[in-house]
């Protein structure tokens, strides 16, 4: 006999000793609802765990051996499992069997239904603690559905013994790592507008609405903890109480290799950039995108802080064949410590800056792809380093507003009084969107050479923030640079003027409050504040087109 043979006599004898085992598996359930098993009856030496879902009774676990085979049943009425499935009840204790992929005995279309209501459940559940980590990243990131699996089976394989074996094996084995029976809670999602997507997954703004505020619920983050005490709980009902020979099974001829092999789960979470999908893990720098242009040399690239007071901002200059690009990097900092103090006393009342650093890269990230769908001008994003809290962005080529006001304030020209009208119109569209800069320094405005206004440095940005503070602050900041009153006036009307075109005069009048003049005492001279704040305070409403 050859080997050819030999293999095929193997494989039929398996193949019947497979069908025999659930030949007798099924004889051994009498009435029960439904039944499934997880292991592979075709590898000899392992258990094979079996659930049975039954009308009535509680819970229990008992070993037996049947046809040569260990067999771990547990019994569950299907009310606890039902509990369990709908909220991890017992910790997951029998729901877990619905995690790996099983092969049902009995009672298919009942356990694919509750699978389906667990894995949504999952869903949900990895999604809020995604909200917790990234909270102005969710509706951006874009999600393997792999990530709901890996993610649950490795915080749980930490904290339960039990669950490690199957896992671990299944990871190891090629071929087997698929979507383990998410695509169906998926579905369904997408059915009630919770979710968008194929292949990769993204939530919908509905379903943002849904998550926790980062404080309202405590008790997210210690959800996992509770069920380790349930599921400790349900060991013990069961008669099965972490006795050694289960510790022994969970831990069986595992090697240290293969936890080291283990899939990262942040790794199936991306966000989009110029230069395609980023992972939130990715921690490259400056250096490793420089390398990663080819560009190793000194002489090839140049690295240069320009700026910010408040973070690392540098230009990035590298040669690139017969031109030279040009990037901007921005690592956002913690605002901690005694000199971020001036930020928040200055503008409290009147204007509320985030302080964490992470909170703030997220935000630019997201209002700047915000700004870009609602067809304003912003940078394109080339990189995002989550761990290391760096954006990298193209570089603008153009004058600062802040270059622009400075001229109109030394010799007035036309063209710059045009520039500014130009810039207030350009704000007031951008306010029409329900959208606000949050921080609209002169600086932080660009006119390139085609007369485009760019915005860029938007990490304070938001959608219904105060459209009042980003006039207040244009004005009153821009104010600071002379002491002549008569100089400042027409630079402030152009800007008015332009704003006026579709803007409120409301929010124009509002510019006169305490809390905005208080704010710029230190830094600019005060016949400036209080000549801006009279001229707002008195500005007559602009008649419409058809008066």
Known sequence: MNDREISHTTQTEALNHSSEFRRRLLNSLDDARAACFTGDIERDGRPIDL????????????????????????????????????????????????????????????????????????????????????????????????????????????????????????????????????????????????????????????????????????????????????????????????????????TQGLQKQVYEQLPDPKSYIFLRTEGGLVSIDDKRGIRELIAGKGSSTPESHSVKRIGGALNFVYLVEVDAGDKKERMVAKTYQNWYGLKWIPVNIWTVGAQNFDVLGERRMANEYKMNRHFASSGFRVPKILHVSVPRLTIVEEYIEGTPFSEIVRDYLSDGEESQARHIESLGRQISRIHARGITLGDSKPDNMILDSQEEIWFVDLEQAAVKGSQTWDLAEFLYYSGHYTLRWRRVKPMAESFIRGYLESGEVSVVRGISAAKYKRVFGLLTPPHIIMGISKLCSDYPEVPSPSG
Request: with cysteine; proline share 4%; hydrophobic share 35%.
């Open 51 to 250: 659930l049975v879902v039954e009308d009535d009774g509680g819970l229990s676990r008992d070993r037996e051996t049947l046809g040569g085979r260990e067999l771990l049943r547990t019994r569950v009425s299907a009310e606890l499992f039902e509990r369990d499935i709908e909220n991890g009840f017992l910790g997951e204790y029998v729901a877990s069997f619905l995690m790996l992929p099983y092969s049902p005995l009995i009672g298919d279309g009942y356990l694919h239904h509750h699978e389906t209501n667990l894995k949504e459940r999952v869903i949900r559940e990895e999604l809020e603690n995604l909200h917790l980590g990234f909270p102005n990243l969710i509706v951006e990131l874009l999600i393997d559905p792999r990530f709901f699996f890996h993610a649950r089976m490795q915080r749980r394989m930490k904290i339960h013994p039990p669950s490690r074996r199957d896992y671990l094996d299944m990871v190891s084995r090629s071929g087997r790592e698929q979507w383990h029976g998410f695509e169906s809670a998926i579905e369904r999602l997408h059915c009630r507008g919770l979710l968008e997507g194929n292949e990769l997954v993204t939530i919908t703004e509905k379903m943002a609405r849904e998550m926790p505020e980062d404080r309202s619920n405590p008790v997210v983050p210690f959800r996992e903890v509770e069920r380790t005490v349930r599921r400790l709980a349900a060991y013990g009902i069961a008669g099965n109480m972490l006795d050694g020979l289960t510790l022994d099974e969970a």
